[in-house]
């Protein structure tokens, strides 16, 4: 790195007068200490060749980096000029390096009336020392970002034993609900007797409550138009989801009482929502463990749409007074985990979730699709809110982004973070895009990837 002036030809005419006798060359072997700090210097070094390394001890025993010159720069610059003979800072060299220096005793060569080194050698010295201001302030900033990841890995680690203790003991809690749920259907099985109405608890501990509210209110306008059925009892049968061919007879009859079909059918959708909740809870709590984990157990045959459902089922307390719209089309199955793909969805609902209900929006509506798009599986979810604010959607992933203005909640923070490892262990891909009318993610899963 060459020292540079506003006269170049100056600079030259200092390293012919005071520098190119050979016998003040020196060569030094990379590693070499050519000062140390405190000790006796009353030479004024030019790089001619290399590059040398200078630090300080501080009072902690702490070495603080404080240069670095190259070729044409010079080293012992203030124990030379301030007369007091001591360098400031240890030097060496970082590779094998060539020197030449004057020393305390060095007769002044004249130039244009210039009598004293001062004059001579200030503007060059002072160029020198403001490249190493420069390179401090560079040095300074590097640092700086570097502790301040290392915080950040620190404060992850802190999170993530944390996490591990709450997770153990939730596990034991979740355990005990998803062992005795299993009893209690054991139960159910030997005391429902009623050949008729068991069926129908076997469907609603199968599939769960798999209508959305919109598809329920459909059911209910067909079965009060079609059926004739009155509100009421239109009301209950619309919630099972049960089909015509299954609950009607032949002559278009209802061959259930609604109240009984309706609790029958309650009962098994709510021993299946236990089941899964537990189930998906066990994930949850086993991904925040390993958030950096690369690999999980993950099977053939995988049906998005049935892991869109799932995380419906489980957010079905929190979408009470939202409009869910689903748009599911057919899908080909994949290889993959149902428990990561549920935690994907339920993080990206929950968060238009919040959006929506932060905002007070008196309409709030999420749009909810799927569909194929050549070689991938494309499924958004749409929110019509208030928007994430321009400067916090380029970090909306990071982990440790505080996401709350003026009151209105944007991003899960964490809940992202892992939205976006799964996607990439999919070798998917997630994108945002949002304004003041609605924020809409968009993951794309790549059909027949490397697991498969």
Same mark, same amino acid.
């Given at each position: 790195?060459?020292?540079? @002036?506003?006269?170049?030809?100056?600079?030259?005419?200092?390293?012919?007068?005071?520098?190119?006798?050979?016998?003040?060359?020196?060569?030094?072997?990379?590693?070499?200490?050519?000062?140390?700090?405190?000790?006796?210097?009353?030479?004024?070094?030019?790089?001619?060749?290399?590059?040398?390394?200078?630090?300080?001890?501080?009072?902690?025993? &702490?070495?603080?980096?404080?240069?670095?010159?190259?070729?044409?720069?010079?080293?012992?610059?203030?124990?030379?000029?301030?007369? @007091?003979?001591?360098?400031?800072?240890?030097?060496?060299?970082?590779?094998?390096?060539?020197?030449?220096?004057?020393?305390?005793?060095?007769?002044?060569?004249?130039?244009?009336?210039?009598?004293?080194?001062?004059?001579?050698?200030?503007?060059?010295?002072?160029?020198?020392?403001?490249?190493?201001?420069?390179?401090?302030?560079?040095?300074?900033?590097?640092?700086?970002?570097?502790?301040?990841?290392?915080?950040?890995?620190?404060?992850?680690?802190?999170?993530?034993?944390?996490?591990?203790?709450?997770?153990?003991?939730?596990?034991?809690?979740?355990?005990?609900?998803?062992?005795?749920?299993?009893?209690?259907?054991?139960?159910?099985?030997?005391?429902?007797?009623?050949? +008729?109405?068991?069926?129908?608890?076997?469907?609603?501990?199968?599939?769960?409550?798999?209508?959305?509210?919109?598809?329920?209110?459909?059911?209910?306008?067909?079965?009060?138009?079609?059926?004739?059925?009155?509100?009421?009892?239109?009301?209950?049968?619309?919630?099972?989801?049960?089909?015509?061919?299954?609950?009607?007879?032949?002559?278009?009859?209802?061959?259930?009482?609604?109240?009984?079909?309706?609790?029958?059918?309650?009962?098994?959708?709510?021993?299946?929502?236990?089941?899964?909740?537990?189930?998906? @809870?066990?994930?949850?709590?086993?991904?925040?463990? @390993?958030?950096?984990?690369?690999?999980?157990?993950?099977?053939?045959?995988?049906?998005?749409?049935?892991?869109?459902?799932?995380?419906?089922?489980?957010?079905?307390?929190?979408?009470?007074?939202?409009?869910?719209?689903?748009?599911?089309?057919?899908?080909?199955?994949?290889?993959?985990?149902?428990?990561?793909?549920?935690?994907?969805?339920?993080?990206?609902?929950?968060?238009?979730?919040?959006?929506?209900?932060?905002?007070?929006?008196?309409?709030?509506?999420?749009?909810?699709?799927?569909?194929?798009?050549?070689?991938?599986? +494309?499924?958004?979810?749409?929110?019509?809110?208030?928007?994430?604010?321009?400067?916090?959607?380029?970090?909306?992933?990071?982990?440790?982004?505080?996401?709350?203005?003026?009151?209105?909640?944007?991003?899960?923070?964490?809940?992202?973070?892992?939205?976006?490892?799964?996607?990439?262990?999919?070798?998917?891909?997630?994108? +945002?895009?949002?304004?003041?009318?609605?924020?809409?993610?968009?993951?794309?899963?790549?059909?027949?990837? &490397?697991?498969?």
């Amino acid at each position: 790195m060459k020292t540079f @002036t506003n006269d170049d030809s100056h600079f030259n005419w200092l390293v012919k007068a005071y520098f190119s006798d050979p016998r003040r060359w020196i060569r030094l072997s990379q590693g070499s200490v050519l000062l140390r700090q405190g000790h006796y210097n009353n030479r004024l070094y030019l790089v001619r060749k290399g590059r040398l390394i200078g630090y300080m001890i501080d009072e902690d025993g &702490n070495r603080v980096e404080i240069l670095q010159a190259a070729e044409n720069a010079f080293v012992g610059i203030y124990s030379f000029f301030s007369r @007091t003979f001591t360098s400031v800072a240890t030097v060496e060299a970082e590779v094998d390096c060539e020197l030449a220096y004057i020393d305390s005793h060095q007769q002044i060569i004249p130039k244009n009336g210039e009598c004293s080194f001062e004059q001579q050698f200030m503007p060059i010295v002072i160029a020198d020392l403001m490249r190493r201001q420069q390179e401090l302030q560079q040095l300074s900033v590097e640092r700086a970002n570097t502790l301040k990841k290392l915080l950040d890995q620190q404060r992850m680690a802190s999170l993530g034993q944390l996490a591990a203790g709450i997770a153990h003991e939730l596990n034991n809690a979740v355990a005990v609900i998803s062992r005795n749920t299993g009893w209690m259907v054991e139960q159910m099985n030997l005391l429902c007797s009623d050949p +008729v109405m068991f069926p129908i608890f076997e469907i609603g501990l199968n599939k769960g409550r798999f209508f959305s509210s919109r598809e329920v209110r459909l059911r209910k306008k067909e079965l009060i138009q079609n059926h004739g059925l009155p509100l009421r009892q239109a009301e209950l049968v619309a919630q099972t989801g049960l089909p015509d061919d299954l609950i009607f007879s032949d002559d278009g009859k209802l061959q259930y009482v609604p109240e009984e079909l309706y609790r029958y059918w309650e009962l098994g959708a709510t021993f299946h929502d236990l089941l899964v909740a537990a189930d998906q @809870t066990s994930h949850v709590m086993r991904s925040i463990k @390993t958030l950096g984990a690369k690999h999980n157990e993950r099977y053939a045959g995988m049906d998005v749409n049935e892991s869109i459902r799932n995380a419906l089922t489980l957010l079905r307390h929190r979408l009470r007074d939202v409009q869910v719209n689903l748009r599911l089309s057919p899908l080909p199955s994949i290889c993959g985990n149902m428990g990561e793909l549920v935690q994907l969805w339920m993080n990206l609902i929950q968060n238009a979730s919040e959006a929506l209900k932060s905002s007070d929006k008196p309409d709030g509506r999420i749009l909810i699709q799927s569909k194929k798009q050549k070689n991938w599986i +494309v499924v958004s979810v749409e929110d019509n809110g208030p928007g994430i604010p321009k400067e916090i959607l380029p970090q909306i992933f990071q982990p440790n982004v505080t996401t709350k203005v003026d009151g209105l909640s944007f991003g899960l923070g964490l809940g992202l973070t892992i939205v976006q490892r799964i996607v990439s262990e999919y070798q998917g891909t997630i994108d +945002v895009k949002s304004s003041n009318k609605g924020t809409k993610f968009k993951v794309k899963i790549p059909i027949g990837g &490397n697991d498969e």
